[in-house]
């Protein structure tokens, strides 16, 4: 078990993210110009629609790469509030249905708690439970399993998203987390990023285990409130 959030450090090169991010806009733009003038050529019905198809793709990557950069970008609005964090994850899960059933993996949600609440801002929140989810379906084999558990501890809540998939080795440990680390063909490697900045401002902390071939388990730990149930 290694903790992850001290993986911070590397966020303060600022230079090298915004070279990055750049870097990373640059591909799905020049991609997105490139199939725009292909269009503007007399092209069949069925080419035009699938240009089109790409081209809504590349927009929709730079989107979500700029729609992750903002959220690091804005601390200030950080928007606190005394949250029960079951029905959150519930949602989170309900919005992963499609993704899950199209990768054939189970995703089940163990918890005997009704109430866990925490101060903290529900939308952040929800990106943090998406992204390891996500990840966890990402990483998981046909017919493979996904475990989100969540368990009260003292004045804290674990939550353990614990996956089937093809495990983190020790040399990847080291990177992910970082910004633009990615082993996907489409990943950006934001979300661990985001997730880690996140986590830390509600003064939470991520340990990951990992076996290769066998799973690997994130646990997120947050303070709850006193009268979480
Ligand atoms: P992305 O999902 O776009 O690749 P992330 O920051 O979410 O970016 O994840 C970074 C990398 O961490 C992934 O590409 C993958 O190699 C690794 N990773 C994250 N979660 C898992 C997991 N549950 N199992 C195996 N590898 C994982
Ligand atoms: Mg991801």
Same mark, same amino acid.
């Given at each position: 078990?290694?903790?992850?959030?001290?993986?911070?450090?590397?966020?303060?090169?600022?230079?090298?993210?915004?070279?990055?991010?750049?870097?990373?806009?640059?591909?799905?733009?020049?991609?997105?110009?490139?199939?725009?003038?292909?269009?503007?050529?007399?092209?069949?019905?069925?080419?035009?629609?699938?240009?089109?198809?790409?081209?809504?793709?590349?927009?929709?990557?730079?989107?979500?790469?700029?729609?992750?950069?903002?959220?690091?970008?804005?601390?200030?609005?950080?928007?606190?509030?005394?949250?029960?964090?079951?029905?959150?994850?519930?949602?989170?899960?309900?919005?992963?249905?499609?993704?899950?059933?199209?990768?054939?993996?189970?995703?089940?949600?163990?918890?005997?708690?009704?109430?866990?609440?925490?101060?903290?801002?529900?939308?952040?929140?929800?990106?943090?439970?998406?992204?390891?989810?996500?990840?966890?379906?990402?990483?998981?084999?046909?017919?493979?399993?996904?475990?989100?558990?969540?368990?009260?501890?003292?004045?804290?809540?674990? !939550?353990?998203?614990?996956?089937?998939?093809?495990? !983190?080795?020790?040399?990847?440990?080291?990177? !992910?987390?970082?910004?633009?680390?990615?082993?996907?063909?489409?990943?950006?490697?934001?979300?661990?990023?985001?997730?880690?900045? !996140?986590?830390?401002?509600?003064?939470?902390?991520?340990?990951?285990?990992?076996?290769?071939?066998?799973?690997?388990?994130?646990?997120?730990?947050?303070?709850?409130?006193?009268?979480?149930?």
């Amino acid at each position: 078990t290694e903790e992850v959030l001290r993986r911070q450090d590397k966020l303060s090169a600022v230079g090298q993210l915004a070279a990055g991010v750049a870097h990373e806009i640059r591909n799905p733009l020049t991609s997105i110009r490139g199939y725009a003038e292909f269009l503007q050529l007399d092209e069949e019905e069925d080419e035009r629609s699938e240009l089109l198809a790409i081209i809504t793709e590349e927009i929709e990557r730079v989107n979500d790469i700029v729609e992750d950069f903002m959220m690091l970008a804005k601390p200030k609005e950080v928007q606190l509030g005394t949250k029960n964090i079951v029905p959150m994850i519930q949602h989170v899960m309900q919005l992963l249905d499609y993704t899950a059933r199209k990768a054939k993996v189970q995703v089940k949600f163990d918890c005997s708690l009704d109430e866990v609440k925490v101060n903290c801002d529900e939308g952040r929140l929800k990106q943090v439970f998406l992204n390891f989810i996500k990840n966890a379906i990402e990483a998981t084999p046909k017919g493979g399993e996904v475990n989100v558990k969540c368990q009260l501890e003292a004045d804290q809540v674990h !939550i353990f998203i614990q996956d089937t998939g093809v495990g !983190i080795s020790k040399e990847q440990l080291d990177k !992910i987390g970082e910004p633009f680390y990615t082993t996907k063909e489409s990943g950006n490697g934001l979300g661990l990023m985001v997730s880690f900045q !996140i986590i830390q401002s509600h003064n939470g902390k991520v340990l990951v285990e990992s076996e290769q071939h066998k799973g690997t388990t994130f646990q997120v730990t947050l303070p709850t409130l006193s009268n979480s149930a």
